[in-house]
């Protein structure tokens, strides 16, 4: 089955956020993408609340629980206390923890789990103890992959943005997809469920999707947002569903 794809809401927030108004609206276009057929939404609540502001949250898990409740809500962050609690909150599908310090403008790296081991076991554990799925950012490191493995996580969500970055060269893109396909590969022979996220569009998907061809889900925002401007979100939802391979999108 092609990858799902989960519609990133934080570039959205973002430019409501640039007038105290409400629009654009977050949860009005997560409704559009979900009606497009995406399969869930993501958002990134950090604690300066400079796109998704924390009484989003209860919003976007209201408008899938009564309109779209085959779909799934994702939330990234740190695992504080704080974000495990405001996560915990709204009961989501799924929580990817990501190793940011909170002034970085995105998140631009995967866990260190040989030394972050530790620190992830417990977060883990409560999660999964509450019925949430547990994916955990990584950079395209096979080696790795057996410490991230010991953390109990069910997921890695493989961090793409070095990809991405060979937008303009098409034999790094290939020698960098294919460095994720290997990680993928190890994660898998693991048990680990594989991810990916971070500047994907519908140039680089297809590539991406033939290195990995289990891939689970993607999780997409900028570059989806920057497509909505154009095609309106309806369509580009359907465009990058495509390009993961769904027929009928």
Known sequence: MPAELSVNLNAIAMLRNRRDLPWPSVTDLGRQALAAGAHGLTVHPRPDQRHIRFSDLPEIRALIDSEFPQAEFNIEGYPSDDFI?????????????????????????GWDF?????????????LKGEGVRVSLFAD????????????????IELYTGPYAGFFDDPAGAEREAAWLGETAAAAAGLGLGVNAGHDL??????????????????SIGHGLTADALEYGMAETVRRFRRALGHARA
């Open 85 to 109: 609690d405001l996560a915990l909150s709204v009961r989501p599908e799924q929580v990817t923890l990501v190793p940011d310090d909170p002034a970085q403008a995105t998140s631009d790296h």
């Open 114 to 126: 040989a030394a972050h081991g530790d620190l992830l076991k417990p977060v883990v554990a409560r």
């Open 140 to 155: 395209a490191l096979p080696e790795t992959m057996p410490a991230a493995a010991a953390t109990g996580a069910d997921r």
């Open 201 to 218: 569009t519908v140039a680089n998907l297809p590539l991406l999707v033939r290195h990995i061809p289990g891939l689970a889900e993607v």
